[in-house]
């Protein structure tokens, strides 16, 4: 899935995400927290980088970043 910062800038950047350990995913109705986990149970660790504001990731990732707001879908400005 390819994503694109959710910042102002379409710079270069990176980043490393662990869902499994994250409050907000809990939350989120419908999603299932094992696929942020190996097989022994442990978190995995994503790391991310954007080149010139867009990056290619598992799709389970990608949508994970734009729910918590890192990511959008699009380099679209859409109002609200």
Do not use: W
């Not at 999603?31 to 290619?56: C, K, N, S, W």
């Amino acid at each position: 899935m390819k994503i694109y910062y959710a910042g102002n800038d379409r710079a270069n950047h990176s980043s490393v995400h662990c869902p499994a350990k994250d409050p907000r995913v809990a939350k989120v109705r419908g999603v299932d927290t094992d696929i942020f986990r190996d097989d022994l149970g442990e978190a995995i660790v994503y790391p991310v980088q954007f080149r010139g504001g867009m990056a290619e990731v598992e799709d389970h990732v990608g949508e994970y970043l734009v729910h918590v707001g890192h990511a959008k879908k699009t380099r679209l400005m859409i109002p609200a």
